[in-house]
């Protein structure tokens, strides 16, 4: 008599639990749309900073990417059978990628309103359509540079910043499914239409820093929804 050497566990799973889940995910039946829902995600984004790392360099600091992964943060209410107003959020000030030397970041965050529309197809999917006004806003910093007073002895760390802000507009088309009654997942495609002009501000006095940065690219996302 033959014995499987197959670790137990594994069976367990196999033949057990993934059997399980996936017969919970089928059957859960969809009530209904979400009333209020929050989007959770990672977005791809794509810029073009060419003036701005000109200026950089004329500074002796290096380039900044061309691309940008934000975070994106959404809440959404139901207020029609088929239209979702609410609030979006695109954001990399906890997450960098855009760096430059001497430990500079250029963190940008998108913000606005939301209307999008959309329609359930095959029980389990959604095709859904957005356009969202935003206020972008980019800043220049470095939070780690050091004061010295030579008098005192004393050191200390400040932070060194300037700032841009622009309008824009963002809309988008994507693909939703549903995986139980109160999750599901989506992806989407868009367009960001927005730039940062060469008018940097400074908190105090004026910055040699100057360089636009155009935002009007192709924006990919995707995301985890949990609605009630």
Not at 6 to 16: A, K
Not at 80 to 103: A, M
Not at 169 to 178: D, T
Not at 192 to 201: G, L, M
Request: aromatic letters at 16%; glycine letters at 8%; a positive charge.
């Amino acid at each position: 008599m033959m014995f499987s050497r197959e670790p137990f566990i594994y069976r367990f799973l196999r033949n057990i639990i993934i059997p399980i889940l996936l017969g919970i995910i089928l059957v859960t039946p969809i009530y209904s749309q979400y009333k209020f829902s929050y989007r959770l995600g990672l977005g791809l984004g794509f810029t073009k900073p060419t003036k701005f790392n000109e200026s950089l360099s004329e500074q002796e600091l290096s380039s900044i990417g061309s691309m940008w992964f934000p975070i994106n943060y959404d809440f959404s209410v139901n207020v029609y059978p088929s239209i979702r107003l609410g609030y979006k959020k695109l954001s990399t000030s906890l997450i960098t990628y855009n760096r430059s030397s001497e430990n500079y970041i250029l963190p940008i965050i998108f913000r606005g309103l939301t209307i999008e529309s959309f329609f359930t197809f095959k029980k389990r999917f959604e095709a859904n359509f957005g356009i969202s006004p935003m206020y972008g806003n980019v800043k220049f910093m470095n939070k780690k540079l050091t004061v010295n007073d030579e008098t005192l002895g004393v050191e200390s760390s400040t932070t060194s910043e300037i700032s841009n802000g622009t309008l824009g507009l963002f809309n988008w088309i994507g693909v939703r499914m549903y995986i139980l009654s109160f999750m599901s997942v989506e992806g989407s495609a868009g367009y960001i239409y927005a730039k940062f002009d060469d008018k940097w501000k400074a908190k105090k006095g004026s910055t040699s820093i100057s360089g636009g940065i155009n935002m009007s690219k192709p924006f990919f996302r995707i995301a985890t929804v949990i609605g009630w």
